[in-house]
């Protein structure tokens, strides 16, 4: 199965990527929405990249890389009653909320701006840049994916 690439934002008071080097690996829990839940539970596989994006934050963008380290499990704070993630439907027979592990990969010396991925006529399609497009785990066709890297000056 050919390599799949991702987007995947977080904002930085959360959890940044400088967080993720620290920690190394971490899972992507807290995703409540059913189309993010789906592409980590369905289509997300070990070694797949991720473009780690910053929002809510000055400047906006992708900060770095990450990979994904394990595939969808059930997310364990939907049984933890004392989070805010905790879901009464789910039972550990029949879990509601998936999530995947991610890994670090690096760092960009500087971010890909959202402004920066706007003003690319060859990332006029990439999610992101779409009106309305909100969602925090987003596919990324695999020239996108090397575009943002060039811009990055990121050798992999």
Not at 99 to 128: N, Q, R, W
Request: hydrophobic content about 35%; glycine content about 4%.
């Amino acid at each position: 199965m050919a390599k799949k690439y991702w987007l995947m934002k977080s904002e930085p008071d959360v959890f940044s990527i400088d967080d993720l080097k620290k920690v190394k690996k971490e899972p992507w829990d807290g995703v409540r929405n059913y189309q993010a839940r789906n592409f980590m539970m369905k289509d997300m596989k070990l070694g797949d990249e991720i473009l780690f994006y910053h929002s809510r934050t000055k400047p906006m963008g992708v900060y770095g890389l990450a990979t994904v380290s394990k595939e969808a499990f059930p997310d364990p704070l939907q049984f933890d009653e004392k989070s805010k993630y905790f879901e009464k439907r789910a039972t550990k027979e029949k879990p509601v909320w998936y999530c995947v592990e991610v890994a670090y990969e690096g760092h960009f010396a500087e971010p890909v701006t959202l402004e920066a991925i706007k003003a690319e006529p060859k990332l006029s399609d990439m999610a992101v840049v779409q009106k309305g497009q909100r969602l925090s785990i987003q596919p990324v066709k695999a020239n996108e994916f090397k575009c943002v890297l060039k811009m990055a000056g990121y050798k992999k």
